[in-house]
């Protein structure tokens, strides 16, 4: 077998394209890598109904990616593959940010992208596969995340209160959110009434502090 | 503008808030011009349904005017007439597409939260918990309605809004409940509460060729309502009553051939099941009441079909499921996939078919609405409906 895109990190390596986004290699389920030697990792799939070329289109225009990617402050296109990215590390428009190089490790229009960081305030590496659905209806998107806990990971769990794994998990259903219908929904903007010291306790602790991306809108 | 607010348990305030604002370009802003308190509302009132923070804005039966709409709205303009659905749903993702609406995958800010205590999440909801989405309800003056693409009816008749608000919800949700009973010609339906879903459930099940409906409740009120629509009630508070020996007498010692429990997680009940899940309810080793759901799955025909309109929040406890298994019932339930419903009920509404203003009661104003919590959650007054005018 090559190289599995479950267990091994940037995969450059061409990947078993057998199934349904890789998570059935050889006919058996493989389950999401373990977290282990200070290495977390994150898998998690959408099934969206556009275009896996659309969708590859998407996410490969990284300088878009603040309108969907929790806390992104900025990501600007440095060179053909690379990118600086800037990432907000509390909840608060004024709070410090933190920034890294970004380089595409490999770039298959319609069907995947890899990237990894290079130097700057955090290490991580990650995978999104487009599969078409089993059924021909629509397009398995699959993410693979991995992280060194590093300044990142704890900047995300400390000040911004969302796990990282989660945080990828959100990530990918804003995407869908904003490819099959041009928005992702909001709701923390609605009006209320005093919401009190518990009121405000609890929306902490639904992660509703963590402001949801604009969707360009 | 005004709303009521939720402000903890037991404690509904009418507060001057913010008003609404576009936020995304599917939205629309609603003027309110009726909207009601329904029984789903009262689980939020008595603490049933977690993630509920003060100052939540209630209501989710509401209908109104189109006040303004964000750029990608196109099938609606300012003065626009609209019933809402209380489901908020996207219209594009592959549930809506199979017209699962209230299982949305797109709707749902919070998600997340859902997905923790229920493995997948449902479409947002209007006014009803953190976890069904955090969006403000209609029992407000103005309130954001997203997708209004996909939701909002277009009213284009001159009925009342006491004809055409209960497509919001109830109506829909009684005529799905009906239609989840699986009723052939000739069936026998019984139905668990006659609150405004028992009562469509009702209507419902005779349009959907139900030869005779049992219906069953305590409150006169409610079962007169109920024999109105041509349903044989029982009252199960009345001594030597006991509902399954009832429903045995009536279905020739074969059962109902569909059961519906338009009751859901706060059931009342004077047995001693009663009082064992009101004793663990408060211990927090149960979270629902489910004695009504108990008695529906033993009183069904072998091979019938229970439908469960009325919600259910959590964990249950002594659910009777070697029961089920043992006749082979089919059982369906689920938040009502509105918009499948709205339109052909309107039809069925405009031709005179059915006049869903029969069941108000009480018709009041904002400031009167948490008094009105209380009256409703009792069922004192004789209430059956209550209907809110937000400019009143
Ligand atoms: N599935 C949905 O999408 C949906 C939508 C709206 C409402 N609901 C649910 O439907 C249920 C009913 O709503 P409603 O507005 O009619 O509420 P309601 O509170 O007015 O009615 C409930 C009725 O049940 C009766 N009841 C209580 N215990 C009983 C028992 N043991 N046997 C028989 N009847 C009993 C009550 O006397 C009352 O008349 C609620 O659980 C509500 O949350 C579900
Ligand atoms: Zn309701
Ligand atoms: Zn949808």
Redesign the pocket.
Known sequence: MSSSPLTEKPYVEDLPRSTGASVVVSGRYLPPPEDKDGKLWVRTSALVLKDAQVLYAMWRDVEAAPQWQEHLVEVVETGPGTSRWSMRTSNDDDSKVITWESEVLADEPGVRIAWRSIGGDVDQAGEVIFDAAPNGVGTVVTVLQEFRMGKLASAWETLVGRNPKQAVIENLRHFKALAETGEIPRSQLDPHGDRGVIGNFKRSSYGETVPTPTGGN | MKAVCWMGKSSMETRTVPDPELINPHDAIIKVTRTAI???D??LYDGFIPTMESGDIMGHEFMGLVEEVGPEVTNLKRGDRVVVPFTIACGNCIFCKKKYWAACDNTNPNAHLMEKAYGYSGAGLFGYSHMMGGYSGGQAQYVRVPFANVGPLKIENDLPDEKVLFLS??FP?GYMAAENAQIQPGDTVAV???????QFAIASAFMLGAARVIA????QE?LDLARSLGAITVD?SEEDVSVLTALKDLTSGVGPDSCID????E???NELQGIYDVVKTALFMETDRP??LRQAIQAVRKGGTLSI???YGGLLDKVPFGAAFGKGITMKM???NMHNYMKPLLERVEKGQIDPSYIISHRITLDQAPEMYKIWRD?KENVTKIVIDPWA
């Open positions: 329904c029984g789903s009262l689980h919800d109830i949700t668990w509460g006659c609150g405004p879903v028992g069953i409740d305590r409150f409610r199960y338009a009751v859901g997680l059931a009342h009940s004695s009504v309109p009325g919600v689920g938040q009502t069922k």
